[in-house]
């Protein structure tokens, strides 16, 4: 019987062993003291420090913990040994390092952990999907035991990138109030000269099916669309809105968000990041001092102004949880897009769509933060992670040799006037620019729903900034499905003027995040302007009439899970009131309350079946999210609601 090769290995080499070696040189720095006092998990600690070479000589620094989300194994030369998931956590280890190389130049002891995280772009269209939302509370969990499994760590540096691994760390900072500590994002991929953007490059095969490109051209620009090795995506997705968030709420460093990966500027970065979190533990700050209601605030102000994500209405509440702050709502984010205009020009929200490496040129967030604070919107003693507030850093960046040389830079290198980047209000008004996200309600949504209605092409608004259509359903209950439709170029395919409803997709399924479909219709010239409904949720860079959150979802008996293809649906969005709704009409001349009444009475659609393909690690997701306030409350676990219910379900019952 023949055995495969691989069961023992021909080299002899092999054989060559030794049951003991001489062990680390030199003596822990032990006091009678620290061994009477110290418990022993402290003293083996040192013990594997110096197991692992470091010197004992150096062992009394205080310690600092780097986390990350790096993935891949990089050569020295940069080279792939084995691939990440995405560029976003390709290079963050170079970061952990210019950190680790600060904390030891100034005495201390860094230690580092990682938690990798998932693409959304890969995932997208697969069963991965069904895990990408869901992962990041367990990654947030997981940051958090790391940072609890080295008890003598005096702060933390989190470094993360892109769509729910940067959300993760956030929570994971937010809930470790008690220490020092910055993050550190990831920074941008550069444009491609020749290529795509990494938004649009992700319709080739749909744009194939339609036979809009050729197999040559897709294989090109597939290759291509990525400028360099790391750094998150070109445009204001969700991995770039998260971190114009973070440097936002105070835990970043000025200027910090969307930095372009590999380049020294980034470097620079990490290394002075070290340099705060070490001044912020010497002063005895912590992160208690920088998390609070007014930086909520700031960071919710400055999202709307910069066309972000619609995810970070899931994220910034779940931060705030972990924080243990009061989770903004609905009631909130429509309050502060009433007020606050959209200042950014960016993919994908244009008009010009600039890319994001262009924003961090023109003065990323500080820069909008200066207009921001003229117009009275920001909360300016808001504390920072460079101890000062908010105010303070922005006097010192509206001075700084920093900001006329990296605005002088984007002249030079793009010929790109920076104020057309980062526009003034009045000159955001005169380019059309509206407030970010309207709310809407209705009677398929009658817990709401939201629309990314900045990114609506003016083409379709009326003079008054509204989109109206009226027309009939096409149902789906799966992206899968959905997807053949948009390819097909028979008789089944999408028609002018029909509306996308995809149901089934909302938390009980994991909230798979649908670009698949909301790029499809937007690339595609036969689908502009078509209108998309779904329980489910979208990439940041979806554009158009796509109206997601749409609750209660389907699974819960929503009505979304009611319609059948053909109904009459009516949408209204006012891009300027920021309000709409999303109506079943019914027939012609139904009244709108007979129309209600009726899908109230109908039954959930035949075409909803249960996803075989969500884990049961989902479906755990799923149901304690759904009794901590669901995704409008951030898709967290509310600990004490969820042992109050499982209380009440083990009481006995009474008599």
Request: with cysteine; aromatic share 6%.
């Given at each position: 019987m023949s055995h495969p090769t691989f069961l023992d290995s021909a080299d002899p080499a092999i054989y060559t062993l030794r049951t003991t070696a001489p062990g680390p040189a030199g003596r822990l720095p032990l006091t009678a003291q620290m061994l009477r006092n110290a418990t022993s998990g402290h003293i083996f600690g040192m013990t594997q420090n110096a197991g692992m070479g470091w010197d004992p000589r150096k062992m009394l620094g205080k310690e600092f913990l780097i986390l990350s989300t790096q993935g891949g194994i990089r050569a020295p030369d940069g080279t792939p040994v084995a691939l990440g998931y995405h560029t976003g956590h390709w290079e963050v280890g170079l970061l952990m390092e210019e950190a680790a190389r600060t904390f030891s130049a100034h005495g201390a002891t860094p230690f580092a952990g990682y938690v990798s995280d998932p693409c959304d772009g890969r995932s997208n269209g697969t069963p991965a999907m069904l895990d990408s939302l869901p992962y990041r509370n367990d990654a947030a969990t997981v940051f958090r035991r790391l940072i609890r499994s080295l008890p003598t760590c005096r702060g933390v540096v989190g470094v993360a990138t892109c769509d729910k691994g940067l959300p993760a760390m956030m929570m994971a900072l937010a809930g470790t109030k008690h220490l020092a500590g910055v993050l550190v994002p990831g920074g941008t991929t550069l444009r491609s000269e020749e290529g795509e953007d990494t938004a649009k490059v992700q319709t080739l095969a749909v744009r194939f099916a339609q036979e809009e490109i050729t197999l040559?051209?897709?294989?090109?620009?597939?290759?291509?669309?990525c400028g360099s090795p790391g750094g998150g995506c070109q445009f204001m997705g969700t991995a770039?809105?998260?971190?114009?968030?973070?440097?936002?709420?105070?835990?970043?460093?000025?200027?910090?968000?969307?930095?372009?990966?590999?380049?020294?500027?980034?470097?620079?970065?990490?290394?002075?990041?070290?340099?705060?979190?070490?001044?912020?533990?010497?002063?005895?700050?912590?992160?208690?001092?920088?998390?609070?209601?007014?930086?909520?605030?700031?960071?919710?102000v400055c999202h709307a102004a910069v066309g972000g994500s619609t995810n970070l209405v899931i994220h910034v509440p779940a931060i705030a949880h972990a924080a243990g702050l009061r989770r903004p709502g609905v009631a909130d984010w429509t309050r502060?897009?009433?007020?606050?205009?959209?200042?950014?020009?960016?993919?994908?929200?244009?008009?010009?769509?600039?890319?994001?490496?262009?924003?961090?040129?023109?003065?990323?967030?500080?820069?909008?933060?200066?207009?921001?604070?003229?117009?009275?919107?920001?909360?300016?003693?808001?504390?920072?992670?460079?101890?000062?507030?908010?105010?303070?850093?922005?006097?010192?960046?509206?001075?700084?040799?920093?900001?006329?040389?990296?605005?002088?830079?984007?002249?030079?290198?793009d010929r790109v006037d920076p104020g057309r980047v980062i526009l003034s209000p009045p000159a955001a008004r005169a380019a059309g620019?509206?407030?970010?996200?309207?709310?809407?309600?209705?009677?398929?949504?009658?817990?709401?729903?939201?629309?990314?209605?900045?990114?609506?092409?003016?083409?379709?608004?009326?003079?008054?900034?509204?989109?109206?259509?009226?027309?009939?359903?096409?149902?789906?209950?799966?992206?899968?499905?959905?997807?053949?439709?948009?390819?097909?170029?028979?008789?089944?395919?999408?028609?002018?003027?029909?509306?996308?409803?995809?149901?089934?997709?909302?938390?009980?399924?994991?909230?798979?995040?649908?670009?698949?479909?909301?790029?499809?219709?937007?690339?595609?010239?036969?689908?502009?302007?078509?209108?998309?409904?779904?329980d489910g949720r979208f990439s940041g860079v979806s554009t158009g009439p796509c109206i997601g959150h749409i609750s209660p979802e389907a699974w819960a008996g929503g009505p979304l899970g009611k319609l059948r293809d053909g109904d009459r649906l009516r949408v209204r969005i006012d891009t300027r009131k920021l309000e709409g709704s999303v109506d079943y009409v019914g027939p012609a001349d139904t009244p709108l309350a007979t129309a209600t009444a009726e899908l109230a009475a109908r039954p959930i659609s035949d075409q909803l079946t249960p996803n075989p393909d969500v884990p049961a690690d989902t479906e755990l997701w799923a149901a304690l999210q759904s009794v901590s306030g669901g995704s409008w409350g951030g898709c967290v676990y509310d600990a004490p609601r969820i042992k109050q219910l499982l209380r009440k379900a083990s009481a006995p019952a009474q008599p």
């Open positions: 040559e051209y897709a294989a090109d620009m597939g290759c291509r669309a770039a809105t998260s971190q114009v968030v973070g440097e936002a709420l105070g835990l970043s460093l000025p200027h910090s968000a969307l930095s372009p990966s590999g380049a020294a500027i980034w470097r620079d970065m990490a290394r002075r990041s070290a340099l705060a979190v070490m001044a912020m533990e010497a002063r005895g700050a912590t992160l208690a001092s920088v998390l609070s209601e007014d930086s909520l605030h700031n960071a919710m502060i897009n009433a007020l606050v205009p959209r200042l950014v020009d960016v993919l994908p929200n244009g008009p010009t769509h600039y890319a994001t490496v262009q924003v961090f040129l023109a003065g990323g967030v500080p820069e909008m933060m200066l207009h921001l604070r003229d117009l009275g919107l920001l909360r300016l003693d808001a504390m920072t992670v460079t101890g000062q507030s908010l105010g303070e850093n922005l006097a010192w960046w509206e001075k700084s040799e920093r900001r006329a040389r990296l605005r002088e830079k984007l002249r030079e290198l620019l509206t407030s970010t996200v309207s709310f809407l309600g209705g009677n398929l949504a009658p817990e709401g729903a939201l629309v990314k209605s900045t990114a609506i092409e003016p083409a379709f608004l009326d003079a008054d900034g509204v989109f109206f259509h009226e027309g009939p359903a096409r149902f789906f209950a799966s992206e899968s499905a959905a997807m053949v439709a948009i390819k097909s170029r028979g008789a089944d395919a999408l028609r002018q003027g029909e509306i996308v409803v995809l149901a089934g997709l909302g938390p009980a399924s994991g909230m798979p995040e649908t670009y698949q479909v909301t790029a499809a219709l937007k690339y595609l010239p036969k689908a502009k302007g078509v209108v998309l409904l779904t």
